[in-house]
C-alpha cells in the first residue's frame, strides 16, 4: 500500500471521525492541513485527477466565500475554479484521501474504503 495522505481541517467533525476509522483499520497516513498550509494549483489538479471529479464537484457549497463570489451563478473553467481553490482553500472539499495514484472524496468516510 501507498502512503496515505489526508487534506483535511483539524477542527472538522468528518475528519476526526475518518481518523477514528483509519485508525480502528491500523491504517497509517499522513495529515496535510490545507487551511494553515495552503494548496498550489498542481496539487488541486493532482487530487482532482486521482480522485476523478472536477472542481465544480468538490466546492464547499456552504463556505461563505461561495456565496460572495457567486459561485452558484457562474460559469468558471475548470482551471479558474482550481485557481479559486488554491485563493480560498476553505472551497475545497474535505476530508480528501490519496493512495498512490487513486483517491477519495470520503463523504460518508467509509468511502476510505475503497482505496483499500
Not at 8 to 33: A, M, S, Y
Request: hydrophobic share 40%; aromatic share 6%; glycine share 6%.
Amino acid at each position: 500500500m501507498d502512503q496515505i495522505t489526508v487534506y483535511e481541517k483539524p477542527t472538522c467533525t468528518t475528519c476526526r471521525n475518518l481518523f477514528v476509522l483509519l485508525k480502528e483499520e491500523g491504517i497509517d497516513f499522513e495529515k496535510v492541513d490545507y487551511h494553515v498550509l495552503g494548496l498550489r494549483a498542481e496539487e488541486v489538479r493532482d487530487i482532482l485527477a486521482k480522485t476523478g471529479l472536477s472542481a465544480r464537484d468538490v466546492l464547499r457549497k456552504r463556505e461563505p466565500v461561495y456565496k460572495e463570489l457567486d459561485l452558484g451563478n457562474r460559469d468558471l473553467s475548470e482551471d479558474e475554479l482550481v485557481e479559486l481553490m488554491v485563493e480560498h482553500p476553505e472551497l475545497l472539499q474535505r476530508p480528501i484521501v490519496l493512495n498512490g495514484d487513486r483517491g477519495v472524496l470520503a463523504r460518508p468516510i467509509e468511502k476510505v474504503r475503497e482505496l483499500f
